[in-house]
């Protein structure tokens, strides 16, 4: 009798515990800022985790990640998990300050998009989009390199365009035309295609396949793709805006890496922690990126790899 009591109350008392533990992650919020060019794949993969975490609450936004990083470095917004279209982000802006670790997670390249209304879309090729650019009846539009690394791998493109293709003054005849078409990050200027209000943009194959549009190859030497052209890739770069007011700082062209981190203002680090595993494992979230046209770089060599959470160290390499 005392040993069925005893059971009955340790019943309960589990079931009281499961209750108040599952009533806690019944409210749970996840804040999520990242790169605008992952919009598609991070609304798929956070629909997904959501099936296996059905209680928590997402907030995902989209911005250029130089202003995402901003946000947590400048603003000090609670962020859960920081994904970057340029890796090198975390490092400059919120490595050792704001965050501790930087995980490489999916590449991408430069392209040159347009739709078949779009002015001499009938004459554009891999080898005269220079010249077809260079046209005062063309526009064409890029993002901001100040805020966004799409912004600012387009300028290192245009420049290494005019070393491959031997057209000296190239790149600041384009980077001086066209500038009333700058927007804050790419996927601004989706709409100002769909509007005709321009011909042209510079974007990431992903966001060009994952919106259907038409686009022109670059080429390796242009399209920051390739890692063994590092050199190459390095040879150039633009001028952007530092931590601080008034500060500048280099960014060197190199093939494209995308970053993932966790801000230490995390308000919940248990739930970030199993979002970025979730991002990072093969089958699920990379195999999303993957679907989408942006290929896993899982596991990549890290320098912060022993300030990695061990539950996500799996999903990085330690630098030899």
Known sequence: MKFSHWFLSLLLMSLLFYSCNNSQRQHEELIIFHAGSLSVPVK?????????????????????????????????????????????????????????????????????????????????????????????????????????????????????????????GLANSLLSKDQRYMRPKETDLIALLETHTIDYFFIYRSVASQHHLNYIILGDSINLRNPNLASWYKSE?????????????????????????????????????????????????????????????VPSPTAQWDKIPEALQKFALPVD
């Open 44 to 168: 798929q993969i956070t629909e997904a985790f959501k099936q296996e975490h059905p209680g928590v609450e997402i907030f995902a936004e989209a911005a250029g990640s130089v202003a995402s990083a901003r946000k947590i470095s400048d603003l000090s917004r609670p962020c859960h998990v920081f994904l970057s279209a340029d890796y090198n982000v975390i490092n400059k802006f919120l490595i050792p300050k704001h965050a501790d670790w930087n995980i490489k997670f999916a590449s991408n390249e430069m392209v040159l998009a347009f739709n078949p209304e779009s002015h001499k879309a009938d004459q554009i090729n891999s080898s005269n989009w220079p010249e077809i650019l260079s046209d005062g009846e063309v526009r064409y539009g890029r993002s901001d390199p100040n805020s966004d690394p799409c912004g600012y791998r387009t300028v290192i493109s245009l420049k290494l365009t005019e070393k491959t293709h031997g057209i000296p």
């Open 237 to 297: 770069w633009v001028e952007i805006n530092g931590k601080k007011p008034g500060e500048k700082i280099k960014q060197y062209g190199e093939a494209m890496i995308y970053g993932l981190t966790i801000p230490k203002n995390t308000p919940n680090q248990q739930l970030a922690e199993e979002f970025a595993a979730f991002i990072l494992d093969r089958d699920k979230g990379q195999r999303i990126l993957e679907e989408n046209e942006q290929p896993s770089l």
